[in-house]
């Protein structure tokens, strides 16, 4: 259909509340999940054991508990579950972006999303985790699609609008990682009431989303928005791999390390729940602050720097926090670490996307890869904690060794420093 014209008295705070309520839900849910499955588990309770279908994955999983890594290796191992079902709908949610409204794209993803919570309490949460997964993907490909949408439609420019949506998310985000961990402490053994607050959140999205209004523009078929996807993830990759392997790698090491550090606050700190996920929070101040001041630090050595004391840091904090204080400095240099080089290779490579004619499609295969490389991450964690091959503390010194690779992968990068 034709493009609609453009309109100055659209609002952007139904698009700014609906991604917020998003990104509150998928957090929540994440934790109340960990909390209930990891944090709360007992092995001593004969009924805990007997929906694992396998005498050895039982085996596994006491073993696990028994040498203390059974929570770590549980929050990576639901981590990389809800990934997975990112990766599955990138190929389903990229198309559907160019095919569906905005608001359509928003209320479906948040009711599925609402309708998993539901189910995993009533059935198998991993499976249901993943399901959530893949709803939530479907958000993230209209977040993707409606900042230049809003623009048209508010008359603000397109960096006040996507400023706007990146800060509601990173919020969202934060405030979910809150209160799920908030939840999942005081509603201990009610796991109905939990997941009712998720629904909750999920249908205020819907309800929300349905007062988007922007000028869609013409749709475009599924099967071909699937085919260009494809075609970009392969011709962007071949050009430009260093940019997206060092992002990726360096989105893959704060997923990770924000669970690692969460635990370690609760298992090691003795921190409730709901004070251990304020420790996020400071880790996005420092976030905030290096993505403000990364601008002045695009040359490729100081992005191979900075990820060198990222991994100076990361192999440091199991050591150097030791209290709330101490653990809150070191999220905090951590937090600035990753987002000041990850911010100049996500930037460079939107560019570059930009200027090959890719400018839409970009941004879904920039978010494939951070994707890929959080699951890949997770998994390197969670298999060998399950097994009993690693301490809790030793996931520091992997995160800090694929920080050192991240570093390796700039020296190719092309970020204009060169002659």
Not at 223 to 229: I, W, Y
Not at 249 to 258: F, Q
Request: hydrophobic share 55%.
């Amino acid at each position: 259909m034709a493009e609609t014209a453009p309109s100055t008295h659209a609002s952007i705070l139904p698009a700014i509340a609906t991604t917020f309520l998003v990104g509150c839900g998928f957090a929540a849910l994440k934790f109340v999940l960990i909390g209930r499955i990891a944090l709360d588990w007992d092995p001593s309770n004969p009924a805990s054991l007997e929906a694992i279908p396998w005498q050895w994955l039982r085996d596994v999983l006491l073993n696990c508990h028994a040498k203390g890594t059974f929570e770590e290796a549980t929050s990576q191992a639901m981590s990389v579950v809800l990934t997975l079902g990112l990766l599955i709908g990138f190929p389903i949610n990229g198309p559907l972006a160019g095919a569906w409204r905005c608001d359509r794209l928003f209320a479906v993803s948040s009711a599925l999303v609402g309708f998993g919570c539901i189910m995993a309490l009533f059935s198998n949460p991993w499976v249901w985790a993943c399901f959530i997964g893949i709803a939530y993907g479907a958000a993230c490909s209209a977040r993707g699609k409606i900042v230049p949408l809003l623009s048209l439609a508010s008359g603000y420019s397109n960096t006040r609008v996507s400023g706007g949506i990146n800060a509601a998310l990173a919020i969202g985000l934060i405030a979910g990682t809150i209160s799920g961990s908030f939840i999942s402490q005081a509603l201990p053994g009610h796991p109905l009431v939990q997941h009712v607050i998720l629904v909750a959140i999920a249908a205020v999205a819907v309800g929300s989303a349905l007062f988007i209004r922007v000028p869609e523009p013409q749709t475009i078929p599924f099967v071909q928005g699937l085919k260009d996807f494809f075609r970009a993830t392969g011709l962007l990759f071949r050009h430009h791999w260093p940019l997206l392997a060092g992002g990726g790698l360096a989105w893959g090491i704060t997923a990770a390390a924000s669970l690692a550090m969460y635990v370690h606050a609760n298992q090691d700190l003795g921190l409730q729940r709901g004070p251990a996920s304020t420790l996020a929070g400071i880790a996005a101040a420092g976030a905030i602050l290096g993505n403000v001041v990364s601008h002045h630090y695009t040359r490729r050595r100081f992005v191979g720097a900075a990820f060198v004391l990222l991994a100076v840091a990361l192999a440091a904090y199991p050591y150097a926090a030791v209290n709330l204080p101490s653990a809150a400095c070191m999220v905090f240099c951590i937090g600035f670490l990753f987002a000041a080089p990850a911010n100049v290779l996500d930037a460079k490579f939107l560019a570059n996307a930009h200027a090959e004619g890719l400018a839409g499609l970009g941004g879904t295969v920039m978010s494939f890869v951070h994707s890929f490389a959080i699951l890949a991450i997770g998994i390197s964690l969670a298999v060998p904690l399950f097994l009993g091959l690693m301490r809790a503390h030793d996931q520091f010194w992997v995160l800090a060794g694929i920080a050192l690779v991240s570093s390796l992968a700039t020296i190719w990068a092309k970020l204009g420093d060169q002659k």
